[in-house]
């Protein structure tokens, strides 16, 4: 039962929240000017009654303290004039009269009757323990998007040289083969030289690559995330990974040998390797195209530790970085940037070459779907037409890496 000494603190407590509250909305309502003789006697008359009722609040806070201190007291007491009887190791009612007894001395206060209460409950409480293998119903198992799909298909020397269209299923590349011949004049009067210009052709018939997966119509209503947009997906990277790979095996077989690195080099070895190389593809191709370094991922691994990424002034190139080791440009060295590729399928591989050395021919189809009303399901294919061109095997070098 609450005491009038707890009741007549709550009271001012109430008075004082809502008088500063009264004060808090005459200063809202001045909007930030100064307040005018009437608002300012209301919030001084505010004030001097919080300060009054914090004034009264004192003595009747500390009675109320002391009050509370000496039921506390009095309660530990009585416990000490019980004696030191400790109550039974096990609480046993013989009828239940006597725990309707119990029950009303403990309504009183005896603290023997809450302790025999309180014991017998704990003996008697066979508390069923809920687990979550109780109810997996109710549990739900989440999917955490996006899909986890670890591939690479960034075609980067496809991109490099740049994807030509296709103009036909079988089309032909014309090349000079044969120069017209210029000299000196042997004498006055005297025949000049003469030779004829030879132009063959190079032909290119382009391979038709794809790949199709038949899905059912369920899979793809309940599949979340959609399992069709992920298989479209998948097939387009395929096709992007095995053209790729297309172009640079293919580059790489028709290519001509060139100089060495040896197995430890140093970045002067490294760097007079693409100088030769470099060399070699502007007397083929006589400057035309940009020149280019292909490396498979294992080749950087030995490079990138001569040309250190931090104050490259002083070394023959700009400097590559583990922490962004990827495919694509990765560098450069002596001025030649370093195009990354998985394409090769093979380690140790490192190409120099012009960019007007070789081409690339593409006429992507992209993703068809039919449906199949008989089995509820949809058949999705994905493919295109590729073909790479070697215009000028000694426009591209192959740089031994020991």
């Known amino acids: ?56 609040m004192g003595p009747i806070e500390e009675a109320r303290r002391i009050s509370g201190e000496s039921s506390e007291r009095i309660a530990r007491i009585a416990r000490y004039m019980q004696g030191d009887k400790q109550p039974p190791a096990q609480v046993e009612y013989r009828s239940a009269g006597e725990y309707a007894i119990d029950m009303w001395k403990s309504s009183l206060g005896d603290d023997a009757a809450k302790e025999r209460l309180y014991r017998w409950g704990n003996e008697n409480r066979a508390a069923a323990h809920q687990t979550t293998p109780d109810n997996p119903g109710l549990i739900p198992t989440p999917i955490i998007g996006p899909v986890v799909n670890f591939i690479d298909n960034s075609r980067p020397l496809v991109n490099a040289l740049g994807p ?16 017209t011949s210029v000299a000196a004049q042997a004498g006055e009067k005297q025949e000049l030289v003469s030779q004829k210009m030879v132009i063959g052709k190079l032909s290119v018939t382009p391979t038709t690559y794809g790949g199709y997966v038949n899905v059912s119509r369920q899979d793809i209503d309940w599949s979340q995330p959609s399992v069709m947009d992920l298989i479209i997906t998948d097939l387009a990277a395929q096709y992007a990974i095995l053209t790729e790979a297309t172009a640079v095996q293919a580059f790489y077989g028709t290519a001509t040998a060139g100089g060495t690195i040896p197995a430890t080099p140093t970045g002067d070895q490294t760097a007079g390797a693409f100088w ?127």
């Open 1 to 56: 039962m609450p005491r009038e000494t707890d009741q007549v603190l709550a009271r001012m407590v109430a008075e004082i929240e809502d008088r500063q509250q009264f004060i808090d909305g005459v200063l809202e309502s001045a909007q930030g000017a100064d307040l005018d003789e009437h608002k300012l006697e209301l919030v001084t008359r505010a004030r001097d009654r919080i300060d009054a009722l914090n004034k009264q």
């Open 276 to 402: 030769a190389a470099a060399a070699s593809v502007f007397t083929a191709t006589k400057g035309a195209g940009r020149t280019i370094a292909v490396a498979s991922p294992d080749v950087l691994g030995k490079l990138g530790p001569l040309f250190q990424p931090y104050n490259p002034m002083n070394q023959q190139g700009e400097g590559f970085s583990a922490g962004a080791f990827s495919t694509g440009t990765a560098g450069s060295i002596s001025g030649i940037p370093v195009v990354v590729t998985a394409g090769f399928g093979a380690t140790n591989r490192l190409l120099l070459m012009s960019t007007a050395a070789a081409e690339v021919y593409e006429d992507r189809i992209g993703s068809l779907s039919v449906v199949e009303p008989s089995v509820l399901g949809v058949q999705v294919a994905y493919a295109g037409l590729f073909s790479p061109l070697t215009i000028e095997p000694l426009g591209i070098i192959k740089v031994t890496v020991s």
């Open 164 to 179: 030509r269209q296709l103009p036909s299923l079988s089309f032909s590349r014309p090349k000079v083969t044969q120069h």
